[in-house]
């Protein structure tokens, strides 16, 4: 008994260890970016980075949020409350997470932006897991080993960690794999209805000084990384108005906020955005009301 009672012990603290050793490791983070972040070109203490390899993407959007540690915490902890962030952008048509009490597990289905139905889009099943949590670090992942057109490993990662009482500091990671096939079907996409779409990026100047951003694979993963980052921050400023007016004070956040961005992030128009995600979002509740149910 008191040796399995040390082994306890001990791997408590080797998991507080790990998870000081990465709050500080955030921390530095965030003040070798300070500057960056004072001086973002978003209008708001954002910076986004990216990277592509021969089989893989990832974004990174590192971000101050004007919420308390406690409140981010407590907000991002469940796989229940990542489908009501999740659910935000437009090609999300469905998100729902397992019925039991602590749950482990949630279903995407992920479409077109325009509305579809369900059975049309391509389901992605993430496992969800706490991965750290300590007084000041959080650490949240999302998996998936399989996703739409041959992409694969996905991995959604959010680090969280105090600035001071009322902001906190957040890192927020979306990768992908793909294949060939997948790699193929991203290149036509790019070379037809995608082919002016840009990422956030600045990677030169023109002669006149105006930027030249990022396009091609690496403009697609920070798209994307974007439009997840503004979901949970739609989703935090959300919480402090009342239940019932939460889901369309979100909706409307989460659509303001990557208008902020038209060149990368506009896509449809609010009216049909707000009329297809309220029906998205009935459809989700009443199907997990059925399944409780049954």
């Known amino acids: 008994m008191w040796t399995f009672v040390a082994g306890a012990v001990l791997a408590a603290a080797a998991t507080g260890a790990a998870a000081s050793n990465a709050g500080d490791a955030l ?28 089989a ?11 919420h308390s540690f406690q409140k981010v915490q407590a907000a991002l902890q469940g796989a229940r409350q990542w489908c009501e962030i999740l659910i935000l952008p437009f090609n999300v048509k469905q998100c729902r997470a397992e019925e039991a009490p602590a749950a482990k597990a949630l279903a995407l289905h992920i479409g077109r932006k325009h509305d579809q139905p369900l059975e049309n889009a391509h389901r992605v099943d993430f496992a969800y ?20 057109l041959g ?12 600035l001071d009482a009322k902001r906190s500091f957040l890192r927020m990671s979306y990768t992908y794999g793909y294949g060939f096939m997948a790699r193929m079907a991203m290149l036509g996409y790019l070379s037809t209805a995608g082919r002016d779409k840009i990422g956030f990026s600045v990677v030169g100047r023109r002669p006149d000084g105006t930027p030249v951003h990022v396009d091609h694979m690496r403009g697609v993963v920070e798209r994307n990384a974007m439009r997840y980052y503004l979901a949970i921050d739609a989703y935090l400023d959300s919480l402090s108005a009342a239940p019932h007016e939460r889901t369309e004070r979100r909706l409307r956040g989460w659509f ?13 128009e609010q009216d049909e955005y707000l009329t297809m995600k309220r029906r998205e979002i009935r459809r989700q509740r009443s199907d997990t009301q059925t399944a409780a149910a049954g």
Not at 256 to 268: G, K, N, S
């Open 27 to 54: 921390r530095a983070r965030h003040a070798a970016l300070s500057a960056t972040l004072a001086n973002s070109p978003f209008q708001r203490p954002i910076h986004i980075e990216s990277t592509e390899s021969a």
């Open 56 to 66: 893989q993407l990832t974004g990174e959007v590192y971000a101050v949020v004007d």
């Open 129 to 148: 897991r706490l991965a750290a949590r300590s007084a000041d670090y959080l650490d949240v992942r999302l998996s998936a080993d399989a996703g739409p």
């Open 151 to 162: 992409t694969k490993d996905y991995r959604i990662v959010v680090e969280a960690t105090p």
């Open 256 to 268: 303001a906020a990557t208008e902020r961005y038209p060149r990368q992030l506009h896509e449809i």
